[in-house]
């Protein structure tokens, strides 16, 4: 699996908030906090995805993700979740196979894939997310960085443009619980897709647009 590098911006932005965690009170509370959480996460009879999207719905996806993707109504549009045995999955609104969704369902799998990759989906991840609004924004922008630099990197830029001009728009809207608004994200992933354009031309991995 390659490595992703944040831009520095983004690394600091990572050191005055993640240092604030209080790691010891997850693990006193993890075990049973964690499967509480994890069990009401359940989506009911997810529909393995199938078609063109298989299991690479965009370049590099096997070698840095490689997850189940599946199709379930669910108004969060994706998530990242842990079937009943612990193991890692993607789960996609329907309305994302839309063709003209195209460019934001690579996105948000990627983003997706980013918050498994990243551990925001175990217990601990968990736990976080519930205790601090911190940690939610944190969570969020950095899933939003690394997908965003993977897209970059594997000649995706559609992709997180697309999304970086959706979030523009947003504003400084944000949906509240610690969520960042649509100018922070929009920001990040901007930055960080750019960080992985810079890598593809460095190790001329794919041809440079």
């Not at 610690?178 to 922070?184: A, F, H, I, M």
Request: proline share 6%; hydrophobic share 40%; net charge positive.
């Amino acid at each position: 699996m390659r490595e992703l590098g944040y831009p520095w911006s983004y690394q600091m932005l990572q050191a005055t908030r993640l240092g604030r965690r209080v790691q010891w009170l997850w693990r006193v509370f993890g075990l049973i906090a964690g499967l509480s959480l994890l069990a009401s996460a359940a989506v009911a009879r997810p529909t393995p995805v199938s078609g063109a999207l298989g299991l690479q719905p965009f370049r590099g996806y096997r070698d840095a993700c490689g997850m189940p993707i599946f199709f379930a109504v669910t108004p969060q549009m994706s998530l990242a979740l842990r079937d009943q045995n612990g193991r890692p999955i993607i789960v996609l609104d329907p309305r994302l196979a839309a063709e003209e969704e195209a460019p934001r369902l690579v996105f948000l799998v990627a983003h997706e894939c980013a918050h498994h990759v990243l551990l925001h989906t175990t217990v601990s991840g968990l736990l976080g997310r519930r205790a601090s609004t911190k940690v939610v924004l944190d969570q969020e922008l950095s899933a939003d960085c690394w997908a965003a630099e993977l897209l970059g990197l594997n000649g995706h830029d559609e992709a997180w443009r697309v999304m970086s001009q959706r979030f523009t728009r947003s504003g400084l809207y944000s949906p509240g619980r610690g969520y960042p608004s649509g100018v922070q994200r929009s920001s990040i992933i901007r930055l960080c897709g750019e960080a992985g354009r810079r890598r593809r031309r460095q190790e001329s991995l794919i041809p440079f647009d």
